[in-house]
């Protein structure tokens, strides 16, 4: 249960499913081939692959564009978006064809979630806000209604129409395993509760009677106006959260700690730090903006107190977390085996600007993350900064994909890999014996040259118009598709 780091979206679209890092530690245990994904293959994906893009338009330009060449290649890219457009919106061809399982999805993930939508959305709801015709627009050729699609996929699994996800997982728990239920429930949320803040670069904090506002069904028609929850507010909806997970039977629980989320690289620091020990920046930007352009008369910004005020509120999100998972281990009537997976953790340890190049702004605790050799071996090194690549390949990042919040592929195994790890190490979860039938000898771990084949991004960076970043920054002056489709 969780959002869209694990769903498998990626550079702006979730289409991969079988990518997704719930995939890969189903691999790890020997049922991949049964482990039930819903599928986004259409298109490409949803709402907008700018991976299969920048390769449409490499094809037909190649390397450089000459200026004279702009209009036109505006013109295929307007033709790409309605083509896709008009797939999922049902114009003119075949739509997506949502499938009803006969069981529940076993990744119940959907991009954009938060804790207020697992709790409150069923397919019933999601298809009143669907029920009205979309509109075919010429000038703004993207996806209506992208995350209310998403979660009909989703939804469509699980059995009823008035069903929530987290009903779906108290099912599953019921048919399980009969002492059990489900062997391992793993819950990964709360980005969502801040991420907004950082893609739009205009956060806007929950309101201070925000807990007037009982109902979680009037907070599901209120909640669009905020990106940023006060920690109160997000304990609030934590604590309802866990009273749910508390009844789908399941002999082993993973919770996830939020990621900081001003370090994904959608948000660029620029300016040198605040002072020379500070992880922060004194504004941050689109990562296609260069430092000696930056003007913050005209440019989209926050600043380093904004950054810093979003940083502490996840802090206080992540304590919320964490005392949950104290309590519930120390809960004698408890039969569940709960831990904690510090994802936050994991992307302070692979921070690049906030920490790897800076020393003097490590803190004490702070270990550089070890990454599995198979990408430890890249040239240049992988890391947290913005893709780039251009005619010679890669040029930096390598972790985060093409829309600049979620994980390439590799990064998706480096999540699995832990997730593995906890339920291998300290919950004694019984994976697959190896390839003979013989019993595994050593440490589980991802395949991770199999996942390196797979990520394209890396295997095969696109190259159109001598550089990626430089073509992402031309597509959102003209179509704004970090605000509009970053999958938050």
């Not at 979309?134 to 209310?148: F, I, Y």
């Not at 019984?430 to 199999?450: K, M």
Request: charged letters at 25%; proline letters at 7%.
């Amino acid at each position: 249960i969780g959002d869209s780091v694990s769903q498998g979206f990626m550079s702006g679209a979730v289409y991969r499913t079988d990518l997704s890092y719930p995939a890969m530690v189903a691999d790890a245990l020997g049922v991949g081939a049964s482990f039930a994904v819903p599928d986004f293959g259409g298109e490409a994906g949803l709402p907008l692959n700018l991976e299969r893009i920048l390769r449409q338009l490499s094809h037909h330009y190649g390397q450089r564009v000459r200026w004279w060449q702009y209009p036109c290649m505006l013109l295929r890219l307007r033709s790409i978006m309605d083509r896709i457009e008009d797939y999922w919106e049902g114009r003119g061809r075949p739509r997506h064809v949502v499938v009803r399982p006969d069981e529940p999805y076993q990744n119940l993930a959907v991009y954009g979630a938060d804790l207020v939508d697992v709790q409150v959305l069923t397919e019933r709801t999601v298809e009143a806000r669907l029920s009205e015709p979309p509109r075919d627009d010429l000038v703004s050729q993207l996806v209506e209604h992208d995350n209310d699609l998403a979660w009909q996929v989703v939804l469509a699994s699980c059995g009823d129409d008035r069903s929530t996800v987290l009903d779906a997982a108290a099912a599953m728990g019921r048919e399980g395993d009969a002492s059990h239920g489900i062997e391992t429930l793993v819950v990964m949320l709360g980005a969502n509760n801040a991420l907004g803040s950082v893609v739009s670069l205009e956060p806007r904090w929950t309101p201070d009677d925000y807990l007037d506002t009982v109902s979680l069904d009037e907070r599901l028609g209120l909640k669009a106006a905020y990106n940023v929850w006060q920690p109160e507010h997000f304990a609030d909806e934590w604590r309802r959260l866990i009273a749910e997970v508390r009844e789908i039977r399941a002999r082993h629980v993973i919770f996830a700690t939020v990621p900081q989320v001003t370090i994904a690289p959608i948000a660029r620091g620029v300016r040198g730090k605040v002072h020379h020990s500070s992880r922060f920046f004194p504004y941050y930007t689109r990562p296609w903006i260069p430092d000696a352009d930056f003007d913050p008369r005209l440019d989209p910004y926050i600043d380093g107190d904004q950054a810093l005020g979003i940083d502490s509120a996840i802090d206080a999100y992540n304590e919320t977390i964490i005392q949950s998972v104290r309590a519930a281990r120390s809960d004698p009537d408890d039969p569940r085996d709960w831990y904690l997976f510090d994802l936050g953790g994991l992307l302070d340890r692979l921070a690049a600007k906030r920490y790897l190049t800076d020393p003097l702004a490590r803190p004490d605790w702070w270990t550089e993350y070890e990454l599995p050799p198979e990408i430890a071996e890249l040239r240049p090194p992988v890391d947290t900064r913005f893709f780039a690549s251009g005619p010679g390949g890669r040029q930096e990042g390598g972790l985060f994909s093409l829309d600049g919040v979620h994980p390439t592929t590799i990064a998706s195994g480096v999540v699995a890999r832990e997730v593995i790890r906890i339920m291998d190490r300290r919950a004694g979860v019984d994976f697959a014996p190896g390839p003979d039938g013989s019993p595994r000898s050593g440490e589980v771990d991802v395949d991770f040259e199999r996942v390196l084949r797979l990520d394209t991004l890396i295997a095969d960076p696109p190259s159109v118009l001598a550089s990626t970043l430089a073509t992402l920054g031309w597509f959102d002056e003209r179509l704004d598709w970090v605000r509009r489709i970053a999958g938050f």
